[in-house]
């Protein structure tokens, strides 16, 4: 089992800027890929930014330029840096950790919420 703790998440202003941080552990489990996720009220949860073992980034139109994904990989730590905050971008976000395995683990999700 590999358990997935968010932090980070809190009330913003538009513009504001705010960091995640994702921590996956777990023993025996090699982890490929490791992403955010967010799922707005009335919303279909969404890929915001994602990170291979290997450093290869991929992100959602809504969010280039404006957050970066980064990992350390020894202690299996994401990190979600958004600036330039906006309204839409309010939403519970989720970390997901995949594994070799193709089994993805979810951490309980944290609230970020920014203000006009």
């Known amino acids: 089992q590999v358990q997935v703790v968010e932090s980070g998440g809190g009330l913003v202003q538009t513009g504001g800027s705010l960091r995640l941080s994702c921590a996956a552990s777990g023993r025996g489990f090699s982890i490929i890929y490791m992403g955010w996720y967010r799922q707005a009220p009335g919303k279909q949860r969404e890929l915001v930014a994602g990170i291979t073992s290997g450093g290869s980034t991929n992100y959602a139109d809504s969010v280039k330029g404006r957050f970066t994904i980064s990992r350390d990989n020894a202690k299996n730590t994401v990190y979600l840096d958004m600036n330039s905050l906006r309204p839409e971008d309010t939403a519970v976000y989720y970390c997901?950790?995949?594994?070799?395995?193709?089994?993805?683990?979810w951490g309980q999700g944290t609230q970020v919420t920014v203000s006009s």
């Open positions: 997901g950790a995949r594994t070799v395995q193709l089994t993805t683990y």
